[in-house]
């Protein structure tokens, strides 16, 4: 499986914008599948692949991918293997190929994001360790 970042293009085959179908032709079955109505009138349609370490979530009427949360040991970024880097090796990573505005907040649950708002990709921290990659469009 391709597991290459795409900044707000997407993950590996998998596109933003990919109707939920072609996301599972290319993944197969989702070990689970949640479908949330929020109080917008909007759906979401949560496709979690446990083994893969992925979360998808699609969103609309007819639900196309939105978001992706990473957390396998085999995702790129830039060619490197960001799971097996800290915060500052990652921090410098996008600084080297031209993404420098960040953000960091302590979150209320004890892990520590690190934004790249132009980038619209999010990394969490639980004591100096990657756990979470959050991607968007």
């Known amino acids: 499986m391709n597991l290459s970042i795409n900044l707000k293009k997407g993950l590996g ?5 990919m109707p939920v179908e072609e996301v599972v032709e290319i993944l197969g079955t989702a070990s689970e599948v949640e479908n949330i109505d929020n109080a917008a009138d909007e759906s979401t349609t949560v496709l ?3 083994d893969e ?6 969103e609309g009427d007819n639900p196309t991918l939105a978001c992706i949360d990473v957390a396998n040991e085999e995702c790129t970024l830039f060619g490197e ?3 097996a880097m800290g915060e500052r090796e990652i921090v410098s990573l996008m600084v080297k190929n031209g993404i420098t505005e960040q953000d960091v907040d302590d979150e209320d649950w004890g892990e520590r994001r690190v934004s790249f708002n132009e980038g619209n990709i999010d990394f969490f921290f639980d004591n100096e360790e990657l756990v979470s990659i959050i991607l968007g469009a």
């Open 81 to 83: 293997k960001v799971f």
């Open 53 to 58: 370490g992925l979360t998808l979530f699609c």
């Open 13 to 17: 085959d998998i596109e933003f914008g």
């Open 48 to 50: 979690r692949y446990n």
